[in-house]
């Protein structure tokens, strides 16, 4: 099975059942174990890699506007994803605040 996490916590879950070698794709805030952080990112934040790096009124303002357009702050990575091939995705709804 082939399985990508967009979830930290589902992410550490998949390395305590020991089925790290099937992990394929993490998001960009999987960093434990230290080990997931060579796992390819298949989702990361619109402000990864931004530099420099955001004021917080500009990433309110980005947000807003993401939101507004119907769009969430983060992105999947179509090519990670493709070449991850999964058969399972490990997420979960986000409730609106």
Do not use: N
């Amino acid at each position: 099975m082939r399985i990508c996490s967009f979830l930290p916590s589902a992410t550490e879950i998949v390395y305590m059942l020991g089925l790290e070698d099937q992990l394929y794709g993490v998001t960009h805030e999987c960093d434990y174990p230290a080990s997931a952080k060579d796992k390819p990112w298949v989702v990361r934040s619109v402000f990864e890699g931004m530099d420099p790096q955001p004021s917080s009124g500009e990433i309110s303002r980005v947000i807003s506007e993401r939101l507004e357009q119907g769009l969430g702050i983060y992105e999947i990575d179509q090519p990670a994803m493709e070449a991850a091939e999964p058969d399972l995705l490990l997420t979960q709804a986000i409730c609106e605040v």
